[in-house]
């Protein structure tokens, strides 16, 4: 939420009041796998004054099912005509999603406009005067058009029509109230003895889905703005179901297949090392990691034009940049250059020939030039993705098998409330009584150098770190048993971690042998004799027909693999801990040297070129 | 690349054996009692840039830094080493015109490939530092 957002909104309050920012997040899920075709409407709710990093994470419980909607057939449904049996289900479906989320969304519904307010006790134990306002609604494309009330492939935030999708000249603004009025300016065409259909039927010449009661509707905030634009299907879907699907026709499945197994495996990333096109069905974290890949993996190709390559850079710098933890003024203009140069570019997928259409209206690629605005009034959107959602529809789907199938609706909302109960139940009794709950037994965790699973290292640092992340990062030195961590506050927040026990201990000549397509002994006495840094190599082999290897590094205990933690380049990120593969003789396999970034000089160095901390 | 760094692959990490140990026969140092942190050392495989970066792209370029026929090798503290980085090969257009070349496969790019691209889309951190 930003400041401006919040300003505008504690205005209408009186002073002294607490501004709870709801945010909504919707979605329809299937409850049965292969069969049954059973689903319903999930929607959860957190609020905005629980910081980002915490609500993202979805083992903090930041989310709270709030409703479960319906989603029926209307099998048993007598309709008159043809054109009836086949539009009036999904019609009435989406009236009594209105119907159900209006009753849903009573609280927040305005009283002589301005937000009810309610008492609510906080952490501390002080009773407060608060207000709840909706903030946001985290929704993708065909959520957001049922919310709105609009017909499918118009625009959400601007009046632009299906015609105006490609057009590069901005449109005015979609408000609620626009749609308000244009649903009052139907209901006048209509007489009043029509019918839903009738009524659906001209509502759909205006654009509009014909939805006669919308559940917003008195909330007192403009819904078109509190839509979050929504990373995970408008951009990682977006690009895996039109730029991606030209790229590869343009290049060739064949040859696109072979470069993303050229790529180099990288721990902790999917690689493609069998291609692409042999995969059916892929999931959003698939449709991420293809943009890792896609650029370098087609620059070479006769066929990536340069206006291929700049269309495929512009939406891969605006896709990055859009997922930016934290925005200023200079990062909203470098959004904007890429997406108008994505726009000047992308039409050369019509011009050779893998689009097929000669157009590009498209809502998804439409819809991105709204991601500045919606940034501005919601903040970074980072945190406002349906991704969570989509991990929190196991707390639905994991209901419905516990059920008998029969009348399961009233039996999900009972395991669940039961289910909740429990959680906070025990975390109640987490606060009243600590010593209660169960000790923290020291973790003892074997880290495996060869784990191939970042993600895991990450939680096994946390919790091998004494279950106390705030000590550890102020330990210079720290072992757990296993391994050793290194560094940390003496390294500006770099950390090391090494097994206790080296791999082995080998002599120069053993590891020559070992690497015989490298130079191995000159660098030990260029570095070890004449204590010389960086990289004159020519001098270096100068100087190893000079001199012998010294005495001492006869044998040396080496190690084949080691975890980096780098400090994150400003503290809106977390540092990642990555593993560093470099194993000189694994067996059956080519070495593995894994790429390192080294400081060479530090008066130059200092990571001055981010973004964020140090625009300029 | 960013200045006053350098890319390269480490090979191994080893620990310098200090002088009296090797002369008291103690052969295994622990790296928190007799070897701290300065006295760990990568052995590394040197990369150069090449400028300017890749024109429509905008990728940044490097290539393997050769001594005749051999890459350069060099060693650094551990301690100079500061992030990962993922680079993807240069594929020319002998790859593509070479049907064969899919024999690679990700184990062995690093070495098959000569020129590389600093793979600025490999994550957010390394959006950061090298876009």
Known sequence: ?616 | MLPGYRIARVCFIFSEPLKSNVAAGVSQPAPQNNSPISRLYAFVLWFEPISPPSPHSKLKTVQKMMVGDQQATGIVPITDIKFTCQLSPMLSESFWDNAESQDIGDRGSLDAFDTFYVNCFGGHIDYELFA
Request: glycine share 4%.
């Open chain 1, 1 to 616: 939420m930003t400041v401006d957002m919040r300003f505008s909104l504690k205005r209408k309050l009186p002073k002294t009041t607490t501004l709870h920012p709801v945010i909504l997040a919707s979605d329809k899920t299937h409850l049965t796998n292969y069969s049954g075709d059973k689903s319903m409407h999930v929607v959860l709710l957190t609020i905005g004054n629980i910081p980002k990093p915490i609500r993202r994470k979805i083992s903090r419980n930041a989310y709270i099912l709030l409703a479960k909607i319906p989603s029926p057939k209307f099998e048993n449904t007598q309709f008159s005509t043809a054109g009836e049996k086949n539009d009036m289900p999904g019609i009435l479906r989406r009236q009594l999603f209105h119907l159900c989320m209006s009753i849903v969304l009573e609280p927040l519904r305005q009283c002589n406009g301005s937000p009810k307010l309610y008492r609510a006790v906080d952490p501390q134990g002080y009773h407060r005067k608060c207000a709840a306002v909706l903030a946001g609604w985290i929704a993708d494309m065909d959520e957001v058009w049922l919310i709105l009330g609009l017909s499918p492939s118009t625009c959400p935030k601007c009046l632009a029509s299906h015609a105006d999708l490609d057009s590069l000249c901005n449109q005015p603004a979609r408000t609620s109230q626009w749609i308000l009025d244009t649903l009052a300016r139907v209901r006048n065409q209509v007489t009043e003895a029509a019918d839903t259909w009738q009524f659906v039927s001209r509502a759909k010449e205006h654009g509009l889905f014909g939805v006669e009661k919308l559940c917003w509707e008195g909330i007192g905030v403009d819904v078109c703005r509190v839509i979050c634009f929504d990373i995970l299907h408008t951009l990682h879907k977006g690009f895996y179901d039109h730029l991606f699907s030209w790229i590869q026709k343009t290049v060739g499945e064949d040859d696109l297949d072979r470069g993303l197994m050229a790529q180099p495996h990288f721990i902790g990333r999917r690689n493609f090392s069998r291609g692409i096109s042999h995969l059916s069905q892929l999931s959003g974290r698939e449709h991420r990691d293809l943009q890792r890949h896609i650029l370098p993996t087609i620059l070479g190709h006769p066929s990536a034009i340069p206006r291929v390559q700049k269309a495929a850079r512009a939406f891969l710098d605006f896709s990055y940049k859009v997922q930016f933890p934290l925005h200023s003024d200079h990062t909203l203009a470098l959004l904007e250059e890429d997406l108008q140069a994505f726009y000047r570019n992308y039409t050369v997928f019509i011009s050779n020939g893998t689009r097929e259409l000669n157009h590009m209206k498209i809502p998804k690629l439409h819809y991105l030039r709204h991601a500045s605005s919606n940034i501005k009034y919601l903040g970074a959107l980072d945190g406002l993705s349906t991704e969570t959602l989509e991990t929190l529809h196991r707390l639905v789907k994991a209901a419905y098998p516990l059920t008998n199938r029969k009348r399961f609706k009233i039996q999900i909302l009972r395991i669940l409330q039961r289910t909740e109960s429990v959680r906070l139940f025990s975390s109640y009794l987490d606060y009243a009584s600590p010593a209660a709950s169960l000790p923290n037994i020291p973790v003892n965790i074997h880290i495996d150098s060869d784990s191939d699973s970042d993600d895991d290292d990450n939680e096994i640092a946390q919790r091998s770190s004494g279950l106390d992340p705030v000590l550890a990062s102020q330990e210079a030195e720290h072992s757990n048993g296993n391994t050793v961590q290194l560094g940390k506050r003496l390294l500006r927040g770099l950390s090391y971690k090494l097994s206790l026990r080296s791999h082995d201990t080998l002599s120069v000549d053993q590891l020559a042998r070992i690497m015989p397509q490298a130079d191995t002994v000159s660098p030990f006495i260029w570095f070890f004799t004449s204590g010389k840094r960086g990289d004159s190599h020519r001098t270096q082999h100068h100087v190893h027909r000079q001199h012998e290897l010294p005495a001492h590094l006869g044998r040396l205990p080496t190690w084949f693999s080691f975890k980096l933690q780098a400090p994150a380049p400003n503290i809106y990120y977390q540092s990642e801990i990555q593993t560093v593969h470099c194993n000189p003789c694994p067996s059956d396999k080519p070495a593995v040297f894994d790429p390192v970034v080294i400081e060479m000089d530090l008066d130059q160095s200092g990571l001055k070129r981010t973004y964020l901390l140090f625009s300029s």
